[in-house]
C-alpha cells in the first residue's frame, strides 16, 4: 500500500465504517459502498457513473416483460440493440422462434479471431412468471424504494444483463487494446430451456459465439451483515436425471387382494429407493469448497470441514456435514428425490400396474447406470422396472479450476472484498453453463452483486429486488474481472 493510499484510508474510514452499516440505504446515484475495502479505480476508469446508466437499462429491461412462457425477448433483444447502435458497436439479432431472439455482439482483438481465447458475457433476458396479487408493487414496474430497484427479473437474470453490457461497453469506452475477442451474449428461454434456449442458439449459430471462456450466472457474492461473507464461483453442476419406476400385477376386484398387487410392491420399491443414500465422492471442487469456507464457518462445522478427507475422520465428518445442510449433502454424493406417483382408477379397483417418478442428481462423472444397477439389486422385486426418462440432462464436464481465467475472476474477487474467501462451487441445480461446458467452454458462474440470503430468496418468489448499491458495486467488479483478464497493459 502507498503513502498515499493509507492517508487516503485514515481520512476516509469515517465514511466507509458509515457505509458499511448501511448499504441497502445508499441513494440513487450515490458511490456504491466499498464493501471491505477502499476503491481504486479499474484498468478502464471510474465506473461510477456507468454503474448510474447501467441501471437505467436494467430499469427499462425490467419493464419489458419478458416472461417465459413465451418469453417474447425479441423486444429486450432491440432495446439492447438500441444501446449498442449509440455506442457504436456493432451486433446481430439472432432470431430462434417467432418473437425470440438473442443478441450477440463482439469486440475484436485481431482480424483473424481465435475462439479458443476468446471471453463470453452470457445472461438470459428471459424472466419467469409472477403472482401479481402477492407483490407489493408493479412487478414490472422497475419501481425505485428504500434503495432498491424492485421488479421480476431485476436480479435473475437481467441484472447481469445490465451488469454484463456495462463492462462490455467501458472497453469500447476506454479506447484499450484487448487480447481477446470479448463477446456479449443475451440468450433466451433460460428458464423453459425449449426451442429458444441457448442449445438451440448453439446448434444454430455456434461460430457467432464460439469461445474459451464464459462468464454467466450460478454463483454469488453472498452478504452478511452488510459484508461479503464469500464469492462463489460455480465450475461445476449436478446431471440432473429422471427416472421411472414401473410395477406391474394381477390387476382386480379389490375385494380379493393377492400378493402382487402393484401399489405394494411400488410403494415397497420407493420407500428403499427413498432412504437409499448413495456413497460420498468429493470432487476436487468441492474438496476445495469445504475448505474455503471452512475459514468462515463456525469452529465446530469448520472442524468437520477440514478433516473432510483425513481417513480415520472422514466418514463421520462427511455424516456430520450431510446432516446439517442439504446442499452440502447434494454437494458430496449422488441423490435420488421420489417425486411422482400414479396408480388406480378406482377405489375399488387393484390397477395392473403403478407409476414413479425419481429425479435424479448425479455428480459429474458418475453414470447413471452404475446407479441403477445399485438401485436394482436393492429394490430386488422382478415386477419393478426402473428406466431411465427421455428428458434427462447431459453429462457436461466440469469447469477447470486451474485456468486463467478463474485465477483472474478470485484474484480481483479477493481484492475487492477484503480478502473473503473466493470459493470454487457445484451448484446442485443447473444452468446453461453445462451447454457451454459440452462445447469445450470453461464456464464459469458469478452472479456479481453482493445479495443477501434474503434477497437472494426472493429470486423466482415474490418481490424480487435488487438493492442499488450492490448493482453499482457489481457492475464494477464484472467491469474490473473482464478488464483485468482481456485488456493489453
Ligand atoms: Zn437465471
Known sequence: ????????????????????????????????????????????????????????????????????????EQAAAKYIAGILTKEGIPFEILDLTPGRSALVARLRSSIVPDPSKALLLVAHMDVVGVDKSKWTVDPFGAVIKDGYLWGRGSIDDKSM??????????????NVHINRDVIFLATADEEQFGDASLKMLIAKYWDKIAAGFAINEGGRV?????????????????????????????????????????????AAAVEKIGNYTAPVRLTSIVRRYFEGLSAI??????????????????EHAQRVLSDANPSWNSMMR????????????????????AHAVLNMRLLPGDTIDVLLNQLNKLVNDPSVKLEVMQDGGLAAPNSSIETEFYAEITRVCA????????????????????QLRLHNVQAYGLRPFPLSDEDEQRVHGDNERIPLASFAKGVDLMTRIVAEFSVTR
Open 1 to 72: 500500500m502507498t503513502w498515499k493510499r493509507r492517508s487516503f484510508l485514515i481520512l476516509c474510514l469515517p465514511a466507509i465504517l458509515a457505509l458499511l452499516g448501511a448499504p441497502a440505504r445508499a441513494q440513487v446515484g450515490q458511490k456504491p459502498p466499498a464493501m471491505g475495502i477502499p476503491e481504486s479505480p479499474s484498468l478502464v476508469g471510474d465506473t461510477t457513473a456507468l454503474a448510474r446508466e447501467a441501471q437505467d437499462w436494467l430499469a427499462e429491461l425490467v419493464k419489458i416483460n419478458t416472461t417465459n412462457p413465451p418469453g417474447n
Open 222 to 266: 453472498a452478504l452478511k451483515d452488510g459484508k461479503v461473507h464469500y464469492v462463489a464461483v460455480q465450475a461445476a453442476e449436478k446431471v440432473s436425471i429422471n427416472v421411472s419406476v414401473t410395477a406391474t400385477g394381477q390387476g382386480g376386484h379389490a375385494s380379493r387382494p393377492s400378493k402382487d398387487n402393484p401399489v405394494v410392491h411400488l
Open 297 to 314: 464457518e463456525d469452529p465446530e462445522t469448520a472442524k468437520w470441514m477440514r478433516v473432510i478427507d483425513e481417513p480415520d475422520r472422514a
Open 334 to 353: 449422488d441423490t435420488i428425490a421420489p417425486t411422482m406417483l400414479e396408480a388406480g382408477i378406482r377405489a375399488n379397483v387393484i390397477p395392473s400396474d
Open 415 to 434: 481484492k475487492e472484498f477484503g480478502g473473503a474467501p473466493v470459493l470454487p462451487y457445484m451448484s446442485t441445480g443447473a444452468t446453461d453453463s453445462s
Open 161 to 174: 444483463v445490465a451488469g454484463n453490457l456495462a463492462a462490455f461497453v467501458a472497453l469500447k469506452r476506454g
